[in-house]
């Protein structure tokens, strides 16, 4: 009898040593990516959460000052801040349903069986991949004001006033070239998404349709939309990230001017924490540029949440 409790509890021991090897061996391989993500992501999530509310300028010399709500009120007040946020918003507001609807436009088209079809989409796929840089360096060449290709074509359609495009001081002409530009460069992308989603849905769902008469329009506001919904609401997220967090776009294209009239929430933040050295008031317009993110993600969700349901 003893031999046998002996052996079962060697048998229990051994069992749980192997679940336990096998526990550390997952462990090990997720270790890397959470080590990774804590150190450069969660680490200064929480400290910028923290700085949110003192006030420092990143000097161990210099004492770090508790303000409270102080810098939240600041934002209240401030002209820069003011306009880097309507210009954020803005830029949201009109790039994302744009670039939505080129990309599935571009999807559908180049979902049917025409000639070279697979030339199209990486040809309409390339501007996403190529380098940020080169693609604005000749942005701005077919935009420049003076011998830009583009405002040559408009000279000679009669066009008296040229606009100056990234430089001209309308800020609509202005914003108007970095969205323009936005478009191009990460239609393609999303067009892929909107591909894989098209190829996802059931021919059958068309034939059915087919024959109760529907028509082109009709196939595509009562099928491809409605089997979409996964597919739009991914991609309404993603843009809208990406969109609230821009910055290298108005960089090289605008320089956030002129005279800081394109100034985008991204930009702003970086000026207070590593030019004006105020990492507090950074980290408080960092805090907004998270909650407008987060707002507009649960918004999505929700309403997304509501026509499944």
Known sequence: MQGNTGSARS??????WQRRKKTLVAYSFIAPNFIGF???TLVPMIMAVVLAFLKWDGSWANPIEFVGLDNFARLLHDKKFNQALVNTVAYALITVPLTMASSLGLAILLNRKIFARNFFRTMM???YV???VAVTAVWNMLFNPAMGPVNMILYALGVDKLPRWSADPNWIICMGTVILFSIWKYMGYFMIIYLAGLQGINPELYEAASL???TGWQKFCNVTLPQL??????VTVMLTIQCFKVYDMFLMITNFGPGGRTR?????IYDNAFVSRDFGYASAVSMVLFALVLLVTLVQYHGNSKLDG
């Open 11 to 16: 048998s229990a021991l051994g069992s749980r």
């Open 38 to 40: 804590a150190v450069f």
């Open 125 to 127: 796929f390339f501007p």
């Open 130 to 132: 190529a380098s940020m």
């Open 212 to 214: 109760d008469g529907a």
């Open 229 to 234: 919904r996964p597919t739009t609401f991914f």
């Open 264 to 268: 985008v929430l991204v930009s702003y």
